[in-house]
C-alpha cells in the first residue's frame, strides 16, 4: 500500500448524460502487478459525491476478437489479480445507531480501517438478532465497498419495522480480507 500517484483536477459542471476525458494516467508508474485506483468525486462543497475502486494489473486481458460470436468473445490471457490472495486479514472498528421512525427501522453503521492495510469489497448484511437470519429487503446506501488504511465511512441501511418481527438488528460485515468480528 503505497501511493504512486495523486492528482487533484477541477471539473467544470457538465450537462445531463455529457462525458469529459479529464485525466490520461502516465505511463511511466511504478506499479506493481496488481495495482489499484481510487476515484472520488466532490461537489464545489468539497462534499463527496461518488466513489470509485478499481482493481487493476500491469498483465492485460487480452480478447481473441477473431473468434467472437454473437454473445462472447474469449480471452486468451487473463489480468493477473492474484497478488489479492495476500492480502492482510484486517478488523473493522464499527459502532451501530439503530433508531425507528414511523413505520420503518434504520441503522447507521460507522467503520473505520485501523490498519495499514486495505479492506477490500468490505459487505454488510443486516440480520434479526436472535434469530441470525438477513432481513430482507432491506435498502443500503452502500455496500461492497473498500476502505483505504485509516479511512472511516458511515453507511445506512433501513428496513419495514414489521420484517424485523420484534426483533432487535444486528450487523454482520464481512469482506475479501476482512476477520469477522
Known amino acids: 500500500m503505497r501511493q504512486v500517484y495523486q492528482k487533484t483536477i477541477p471539473v467544470k459542471e457538465l450537462g445531463d448524460r455529457k462525458t469529459q476525458q479529464i485525466l490520461s494516467l502516465p505511463r511511466a508508474m511504478n506499479l506493481t502487478r496488481t495495482w489499484f485506483l481510487d476515484l472520488r468525486l466532490y461537489d464545489q462543497d468539497h462534499r463527496l459525491v461518488s466513489t470509485n475502486f478499481y482493481v487493476l494489473s500491469i498483465q492485460k486481458d487480452k480478447l481473441e476478437e477473431a473468434k467472437t460470436t454473437w454473445f462472447v468473445t474469449p480471452q486468451s490471457q487473463y489480468a493477473d489479480l492474484t497478488m489479492l490472495q495476500h492480502l492482510p486479514e484486517v478488523k473493522l472498528e464499527t459502532t451501530e445507531t439503530t433508531m425507528q421512525k414511523g413505520d420503518t427501522t434504520f441503522v447507521q453503521v460507522k467503520l473505520k480501517n485501523p490498519t495499514a492495510h486495505l479492506a477490500f469489497m468490505v ?30 465511512r458511515t453507511v445506512s441501511v433501513h428496513c419495514p419495522t414489521t420484517d424485523l418481527q420484534g426483533e432487535q438488528t444486528a450487523v454482520t460485515i464481512g469482506g475479501w480480507n476482512i476477520k469477522q468480528q
Open 123 to 152: 459487505h454488510l448484511d443486516l440480520k434479526k438478532k436472535k434469530s441470525g437470519t438477513s432481513v430482507v429487503p432491506v435498502f443500503w446506501d452502500e455496500n461492497y465497498f473498500t476502505l483505504l488504511p485509516g479511512e472511516t
